[in-house]
């Protein structure tokens, strides 16, 4: 497999959607993993783009056979990434993307050992806050909450490869740019990725 797995996770609030938009959207051959889920499909969401739609049982029996990289149940709906598709976008030289938390990532791991991981971290608590309140969706309550989250899921930066603050959006954007750069120039890529142009060199 030419591709590499990247695993990226950050607390609700810290820029993560809009860096990992920004990059699909600037770089050739990377792409985030479309996750497959029980729950209901969303007014312009689509298949197979936003989510792979699909029934408790469908999911449950591709939990069964150990087809998911990482899974997990969210307020009654089931959540996983399948490891087939991602080994199939692998093999076709394309950078898969998960995001993902942080227990997803220990999952992935176990099974991916190879992965690279990126956690984002905003510039303080107080600017994590003001993200969460201008978005204008939740209510006091629910942004206390999800500040409480952000502190346990930020504890957990150290089990990643790469850490970035996400102060200035174009500053962190090019740091995730870097990191994805110079896992495409290693000599186990390239050499994957160049094979022609090695072997009439060396021959």
Not at 26 to 52: F, M, P, W
Request: charged letters at 25%.
């Amino acid at each position: 497999m030419s591709g590499t797995l990247f695993i990226i996770s950050a607390p609700s609030g810290a820029g993560k959607t809009g860096l990992l938009t920004k990059l699909v959207k600037e770089q050739a051959n990377i792409r985030t993993s479309v996750s497959r889920t029980t729950r209901e499909k969303r007014l312009g969401e689509e298949d197979g783009v936003n989510y792979h739609f699909t029934s408790v049982e469908a999911f449950q029996k591709i939990a069964g056979e150990g087809g998911f990289l990482e899974q997990a149940e969210v307020f009654g709906n089931y959540y996983g990434t399948e490891e087939a598709w991602v080994n199939t976008q692998l093999a076709q030289n394309t950078d898969i993307i998960l995001e993902i938390d942080w227990q997803g990532a220990q999952q992935v791991r176990k099974l991916k050992p190879e992965a690279i991981s990126i956690f984002i971290l905003p510039p303080s608590k107080e600017a994590l806050y003001e993200r969460l309140n201008n978005r204008g969706q939740d209510s006091d309550e629910v942004i206390n909450k999800r500040m409480t989250q952000a502190t346990e899921e930020m504890s957990h930066f150290l089990e990643y490869d790469y850490l970035v603050i996400n102060d200035l959006f174009d500053e962190a954007l090019e740091q995730i740019k870097a990191i994805v750069l110079s896992h495409r120039l290693k000599v186990k890529n390239q050499a994957l990725r160049q094979g022609k142009l090695l072997k009439q060199l060396l021959t």
